[in-house]
């Protein structure tokens, strides 16, 4: 079981990014897919979680309304698309895997990680 994480990079506040979360080792769709993001010196917190087969899509409050997460379950991937970003949504991101997106705000709640991509948003 295998995620990989691309798409990160420095933008400057108010641009988009797109993260992508490709799986190998397993079918993407049969798991709930969550995005985590943690700034230095702070703790892991969730982003998103997108439901298996994509029955629900979660979001935390700070995002809700400027990120979207989707599927392309023929390419196995998972993507976080990221509009309006401001200073604060700098972190490193990273995606997950588990059997449902129950207690998904706590990173404890996934049992398979990425190893991130880092997004810098600053002018």
């Known amino acids: 079981v295998q995620l990989v994480e691309s798409g990160g990079g420095l933008v400057q506040p108010g641009g988009s990014l797109r993260l992508s979360c490709e799986a190998s080792?397993?079918?993407?769709?049969?798991?709930?897919i969550g995005w985590y993001r943690q700034a230095p010196g702070k703790e892991r917190l969730g982003v998103s979680c997108l439901s298996s087969f994509a029955a629900n899509t979660y979001y935390a409050d700070s995002v809700k309304g400027r990120f979207t997460a989707s599927r392309d379950n023929a390419k196995n991937t998972v993507y976080l698309q990221m509009n309006s970003l401001r200073p604060e949504d700098t972190a490193v991101y990273y995606c997950?895997?588990?059997?449902?997106?129950?207690?998904?705000?706590?990173?404890?709640?996934?049992?398979?990680w990425g190893r991130g991509t880092l997004v810098t948003v600053s002018s």
């Open positions: 080792g397993f079918t993407l769709e049969h798991y709930a």
């Open positions: 997950a895997a588990a059997e449902s997106c129950s207690n998904w705000a706590f990173a404890s709640a996934m049992n398979y």
